[in-house]
């Protein structure tokens, strides 16, 4: 049972945008924290964004900071993972969580209690 629907990737050139897209019918987002996770092939599930339920704080993962912004929508009940001067690195399969479910709260948040979605697919290359 997916809960969190992730789209908005694409193929792009190095130097391109995405704008991903994470949301649900289950709660309100803001109420809860969002954390971008990606998978490359060949590595394991790394976390690269998130923004804390409530107050709004960001976190970002060095490799993504200052390229990377997690925006929220609360009328559209969506976050955002704005991406730009995209890098072939950043080819990965990007997935969203919550700690709606399981005992983790905020930023911390890992990926042993995710319940993940199909995920959506960047590919950046020339």
């Known amino acids: 049972q997916v809960q969190l629907v992730e789209s908005g990737g694409g193929s792009v050139q190095p130097g391109g945008s995405l704008r991903l897209s994470c949301t649900t019918d289950q709660f309100e987002v803001d109420y809860y924290t969002i954390k971008w996770f990606r998978q490359a092939p060949g590595k394991e599930r790394e976390g690269v964004a998130c923004?804390?339920?409530?107050?709004?704080?960001?976190e970002y993962e060095d490799s993504v900071k200052g390229r990377f912004l997690v925006l929220r929508d609360s009328a559209k009940n969506t976050v955002f993972l704005q991406m730009a001067s995209l890098k072939p690195d950043d080819t990965a399969v990007y997935f969203c969580?919550?700690?709606?479910?399981?005992?983790?709260?905020?930023?911390?948040?890992?990926?042993?209690?995710?319940?993940w979605g199909q995920g959506t697919r960047v590919v950046v290359s020339s």
């Open positions: 923004i804390v339920g409530l107050d709004g704080v960001t």
């Open positions: 969580a919550t700690d709606y479910w399981g005992p983790e709260k905020g930023c911390t948040l890992g990926t042993q209690y995710a319940r």
